[in-house]
Every structure is written in C-alpha cells, then in structure tokens.
C-alpha cells in the first residue's frame, strides 16, 4: 500500500485565496483526520471522519475552514478565505480508530 | 478543557545515555495515550496505553502509564543519533460522558538531540 497520500506537498498563496488541500486514505481504514501543525501551537487535532461521516470538529478553528470526505478514498479540508496566520503544515492521516493513526506526508501552507 | 503536559520542551544528551520523557495529562473520560515519534516530517505510532503500571516495550522503547497521578513517561536506552526526533504525547478521551465522540488531544512535544 502506498500509503496516505497528500497533496499538494506545498502551496504558496496569497491572503484571500481559496485553498483546497486533499488526501487519500489507506485502504481499508474507516476513521480519516485532519491535523495542523505549528510551532507555536504544535499538532491540533481539526476534524476526522469515520465511515466518511463528520464525527468531531470542534478543533476546526473557525468557519474559513470546511472538510468534506465524499467517499471513502478521499477527502478535502478547504481554507476560503485563506488568512497569513492559516501557514502550518497541514497532516491527514487514516487508520482503524483514533489510535495507531497512519500520518500522510503533509502539505505545508504558506499564505503571504 | 482536556489538556496534555510533556516536559522536558528539549533535551540534549550524548550518544548512549539513556532519557525519560514525561507527559502529563487531564482529559474527561480517559481512554487511551499515545506516543509517537516525529523525524523530519509526519508522525509515527510508537505505544498506546491503556492500563497503569503495564509497560509497554519496543527494543530500546519503553514507556508506562499512571492513571491514579494522570501522567507517562516514555524511556529510551542506550540512545542512538537515529532517536533525534520531536517525541509527541497524545490523550484519546470522550466528549460526552455516556462514551460517545472520542478527541484526541496533543501536547507540544520533546525535541530529543543525540550528540554523537
């Protein structure tokens, strides 16, 4: 299996701008999350899915932000409009429950 | 508010010394902790636990979990320079008290540096 799978691994944009990062589970897995890194603020749990349902997204930080899993090979976290302060690496990762999560690469953000 | 401790925030030692990594945690309705290792890029699983006093091993990796005093430590042998990493603590806990949702949260990290 490849693996999770990110894309893209970075996006430069400019304030303003929609930002649509993607992902693609492992197979098989039934729960998928959306991490944000920082250094200030380390890693931060956004939103995850089970059985491409929404179950928690309480850390999702505000309304810039959606997620969507339309099926289960694959969900998008979108940032419209995209702020300064929205630059982190941005993490999914898939697995069979919270624990033993399997991390994508990540997509790092710069939003200048 | 859940939240989860880990200190030291960085630690220098030298190739071979042995390590304690501590991670303190108050979370409604405990189920699990994590810790994982995090090199240059994404995170990787490394212990979950469950119950106090069992440890849990992986070669030089040990760690164990205190339920009554809330905290775990993840201890490291004989290091290697291969052990520099970012060694992060998770909380798995349930939102609501009939064990509904689960949350995970995460601490800030231990920046672990093996001087050869």
Redesign the interface.
Same mark, same amino acid.
């Given at each position: 299996d490849a693996g999770v799978i990110q894309s893209p691994r970075h996006e430069v944009t400019e304030m303003g701008q929609e930002v649509t990062l993607r992902c693609k589970p492992i197979s098989g897995h039934d729960y998928l999350?959306w991490y944000r890194q920082t250094m200030m603020? &380390? $890693? #931060? $749990?956004l939103i995850?899915f089970n059985n491409n349902v929404p179950?928690?997204d309480?850390g999702m930080p505000e309304d810039r932000f959606s997620a969507k899993m339309p099926n289960a090979s694959f969900s998008t976290l979108k940032i419209q409009p995209s702020e300064p302060r929205d630059s982190a690496v941005y =993490?999914c990762?898939s697995g069979r &429950? $919270?624990? #033993?999560?399997? =991390? &994508?690469?990540?997509t790092r953000l710069t939003v200048t | 508010e859940d939240k989860v401790v880990q200190s030291p925030l960085s630690l220098v030692v030298h190739e071979g010394d042995t390590v304690t990594l501590n991670c303190s945690y108050e979370v409604t309705n405990f189920r699990s902790l994590l810790w994982y290792k995090q090199e240059k890029k994404a995170p990787t699983f490394l212990f979950m636990l469950t119950s106090s006093g069992i440890e849990k091993k992986s070669g030089r990796l040990s760690s164990i979990l205190d339920k009554k005093e809330l905290f775990s430590i993840l201890n490291i042998t004989a290091t290697q320079t291969g052990d520099s990493a970012v060694y992060l603590c998770a909380v798995e806990g349930h939102t609501i008290s009939n064990f509904g949702n689960e949350k995970l949260t995460f601490g800030t990290g231990t920046r672990l540096t093996i001087i050869p």
């Open positions: 999350f603020r &380390g $890693l #931060e $749990l995850y179950i928690d309480s =993490f990762a &429950g $919270l624990h #033993e999560q399997y =991390f &994508g690469p990540g | -």
